[in-house]
């Protein structure tokens, strides 16, 4: 999935990233107190092999040769205190802001308008959730780990090596500026690379979540061959990119470490020349050779972590140019009592697209306790004019009011409250069958309620044959149901909840006959003193509406009862004619 991206430094996004561990600084003391120790224990350790070599293997000192092994496991003990303080508190540090991210991500998804997901596939949205988070989780605590810990072992050795012999300390450092270079360089190849493989893993997620939902429709239409080429060019774009991650990450670590083994061969050789080698005793040599070989131990995770640094800065800017996002528009102040229901549409225009409006002027009344019926072909304006009551989407030119309070001046929460919703699309939880039906309410929803709700949907007679009724999980999306226990069930949601107004969309499209004729009585008695917005291209389950609106274009056309259109000759008898011919047939 392509995103927009904004140029911002990598130096500007690590410190944001930074930031959301910045409460954590208790224990990256600790972390870093385990870092210290760890450099000082490598530090002691070249320091204590020219003891060792000159006063042991040379001088054959007794007292010397005693302490000898103790002292190494001293040294040893001291060093493994040190990494597990290290080790342990980054981890801490590291899964900690991943829990905060994701809870922060989480939280964003919930607050994120409409409009925003209809531009996004779920598949990317996820991969941010899961995939990108961990990197980021990498780039603020393993590159800490190495930068810091490596780093003071480099520093507190080349303390030591300059003490020891400047002039060969000095040789070695010849080296860095070349280095330094290479890094710059290699920096901006590994955050291009990390960034294709951030939406390459988005595009992955999208198609694998496609063929899952829609796995009946594939072996139906004998989609399994065009989905796996589909896929194959996907997924080798994602071989692609970590191919050439990896590339990249090969051949960065050996660059550096023969730029620094060049450097050593200086020092080597310098040492050999015939003036410099009667100046340096044996243990004094191998004590400085040590101290560059741990120095080059230490250079490696250095160089490899550049990698990891640049693939959680190109995380970190997909997560936050998601939390970047705005959040939906909650101006409104005014909360509202329940209301009776009166809902008027004044001069209504909107679009999703700039200059090509889906609704024009709409200007439209709805009594208090009225059903309304919205019918019209596919792309008329319908959904969209009940979808702008709850603010799913904001209105851009004109008004909607609820008993006179415009909505706009409502706070969401508040507006939202008097609402409920039975769509098309039946959404069910992955949780029981009662938690499905009070959704929303948990808290005060009684399994009395729960019941005569799903006794007024006609859900109850199916839930009661389920082998553990209204405890029995319903699956991913209600996979375990039929459409038409499904929508019952949503709509005994949407019974319980009791508000003073009712958008059923489509709500009976999925039922079968025998269901339809159960959800129709059931829907008879709720719609009683609610204001219901009914959209049904089934005009047989709008016939007894007090009211049904013609939209066409985005403008009404027509408006009246049912028997009153079908006298008019216009393009409600049209369509209901499309739909029952043969019975209008023999009706004359």
Do not use: C
């Amino acid at each position: 999935m392509a995103e927009k991206s904004i140029p911002v430094s990598g130096w500007a996004v690590y410190k944001r990233l930074l930031r959301y561990s910045a409460e954590y600084w208790r224990t990256f003391i600790i972390a870093l107190t385990g870092m210290l120790i760890v450099a000082l224990s490598t530090l002691l350790f070249a320091k204590f092999v020219e003891p060792m070599l000159d006063e042991t293997f040379i001088e054959r000192d007794l007292e010397t040769i005693k302490w000898v092994p103790l002292g190494l496991m001293a040294i040893y003990g001291i060093r493994m205190l040190g990494a597990f303080l290290s080790s342990y508190f980054m981890a801490y540090i590291a899964r900690s802001v991943v829990r905060k991210m994701r809870t922060k991500i989480f939280g964003h998804y919930l607050t994120l308008p409409i409009a925003f997901f209809d531009g996004q596939s779920s598949g990317a949205l996820v991969s941010k959730m899961v995939y990108d988070v961990e990197q980021l989780a990498d780039a603020a605590s393993n590159v800490i780990t190495v930068l810091f810990k490596d780093s003071l072992t480099i520093i507190a050795l080349l303390v030591f090596m300059f003490l020891e012999s400047p002039q060969l300390t000095l040789l070695l450092m010849v080296s860095i500026p070349i280095l330094l270079v290479f890094v710059l360089f290699i920096s901006k190849r590994f955050r291009r690379v990390s960034q294709r493989i951030q939406n390459s893993m988005g595009d992955v997620s999208t198609i694998t979540e496609e063929i899952i939902e829609a796995n009946r429709e594939v072996k139906i239409f004998g989609g399994q061959s065009y989905e796996n080429k589909r896929f194959e060019v996907i997924n080798k774009n994602n071989w692609q990119q970590f191919l050439k991650y990896h590339a990249t990450n090969a051949l960065s670590s050996p660059v550096i470490e023969f730029v620094v083994a060049t450097g050593f061969a200086g020092v080597l050789y310098y040492v050999t020349q015939p003036d410099m080698i009667e100046s340096i005793t044996p243990g004094k040599f191998m004590s400085f050779l040590t101290a560059m070989l741990l120095l080059l131990q230490s250079a490696r995770p250095l160089a490899a972590i550049n990698a990891q640094l640049q693939r959680g800065i190109a995380a970190a800017q997909s997560v936050f140019s998601l939390l970047d996002e705005k959040e939906e528009v909650n101006t409104g102040s005014h909360n509202l009592e329940r209301v009776k229901g009166k809902i008027e549409f004044k001069s209504l225009t909107f679009s999703y697209e700039k200059d090509r409006p889906v609704l024009h002027g709409l200007n439209l009344e709805i009594n208090a306790g009225e059903s309304i019926a919205f019918v019209g072909h596919s792309g008329s304006g319908k959904t969209t004019l009940v979808n702008l009551l709850p603010r799913f989407y904001d209105v851009q030119q004109g008004s909607i009011e609820i008993d006179g309070h415009n909505i706009a001046d409502i706070r969401l929460d508040s507006l939202r409250s008097h609402i409920a919703l039975v769509s098309q699309h039946v959404t069910l939880f992955n949780d029981t069958v009662a938690h499905n039906i009070a959704y929303g309410d948990l808290d005060s929803a009684t399994s009395d309620d729960i019941r005569a709700a799903a006794k007024a949907a006609h859900a109850l007679e199916f839930i009661e044959q389920l082998p553990e009724g209204f405890d029995t999980l319903v699956g991913e999306n209600g996979v375990r149901f039929s459409g038409g226990q499904r929508q019952r069930i949503a709509i005994a949601r949407a019974i319980l909840k009791d508000a003073p107004i009712l958008i059923l969309d489509e709500a009976t499209s999925a039922l079968d006959t025998e269901s339809e004729r159960h959800i129709q009585a059931a829907l008879k008695e709720v719609m009683k003193d609610r204001t219901t917005l009914v959209i049904a291209h089934r005009l047989s389950t709008i016939e007894r509406v007090d009211k049904i609106v013609v939209i066409d274009n985005g403008r009404i056309i027509e408006i009246g009862k049912h028997s009153e259109l079908l006298t008019n000759s216009g393009t409600y008898e049209k369509l209901y004619k499309l739909q029952f011919s043969d019975a209008v047939e023999s009706e004359k």
